[in-house]
T-cell receptor
Framework: DSGVTQTPKHLITATGQRVTLRCSPR?????VYWYQQSLDQGLQFLIH???????AKGNILERFSAQQFPDLHSELNLSSLELGDSALYFC??????????????FGPGTRLTVL | DQQVKQNSPSLSVQEGRISILNCDYT??????FLWYKKYPAEGPTFLIS???IKDKNEDGRFTVFLNKSAKHLSLHIVPSQPGDSAVYFC?????????WGAGTKLIIKP
């Protein structure tokens, strides 16, 4: 158990809908990262928050948005869903800001299926 | 444009032998490389890392080698154990981002 929790575990929805994925980081971790893993592919970095502020954006679509709240939990909002958005969405947390030397701890992921 | 490539989708190794997982990268500005291991229905877990100023890092049964001139790194697992069966991801650090390979599924045969 990494200490990072993600809800829900599974989500099935229809095209055009909007969903919210939730992540609670490990106690004391200030950084939260969101990743998308499509079938048989590597993890694609979406966005990074540190202590409530957005620090870096990766290949995140404009239909997607995220935020980190004062209690440090984070939500990833996906709207106008398309079939291609079906994927595993991982959240990770780390203590500090830098990715180079700071281990990221991953949650179990949310499997999103868009029908 | 895949900056980090793991060209072997899967690898099968006899228990007790050496497992060698490979990773190639294209961006010479990467300053840190990491290996993560992933079991089904779980998130990736950190395994071992190496700074770009080193060419080897060892942690128990796991050793990572970095060849900067070839832009290649490899993870050696000796001896391989059944619990090592998992998907292994190579990742490279580029500022605040980690760039990930597609993963190699390692199967340890009894």
């Amino acid at each position: 158990d990494s200490g990072v929790t993600q809800t829900p575990k599974h989500l099935i929805t229809a095209t055009g809908q909007r969903v919210t994925l939730r992540c609670s980081p490990r106690s004391g971790d200030l950084s939260v990262y969101w990743y998308q893993q499509s079938l048989d592919q590597g993890l694609q970095f979406l966005i990074h928050y540190y202590n409530g502020e957005e620090r870096a954006k990766g290949n995140i679509l404009e239909r997607f948005s995220a935020q980190q709240f004062p209690d440090l939990h984070s939500e990833l909002n996906l709207s106008s869903l398309e079939l291609g958005d079906s994927a595993l969405y991982f959240c990770a947390s780390s203590v500090r800001l830098a990715t180079s030397t700071d281990t990221q701890y991953f949650g179990p992921g949310t499997r999103l299926t868009v029908l | 444009d895949q900056q980090v490539k793991q060209n072997s989708p899967s690898l099968s190794v006899q228990e007790g032998r050496i497992s060698i997982l490979n990773c190639d990268y294209t961006n010479s500005m990467f300053d840190y490389f990491l290996w993560y291991k992933k079991y089904p229905a779980e998130g990736p877990t950190f395994l071992i890392s190496i700074s770009s100023i080193k060419d080897k890092n060892e942690d128990g049964r796991f050793t990572v080698f970095l060849n900067k001139s070839a832009k290649h790194l490899s993870l050696h697992i000796v001896p391989s154990q059944p619990g090592d069966s998992a998907v292994y991801f190579c990742a490279a650090s580029a500022g605040y981002q980690l760039i990930w390979g597609a993963g190699t599924k390692l199967i340890i045969k009894p």
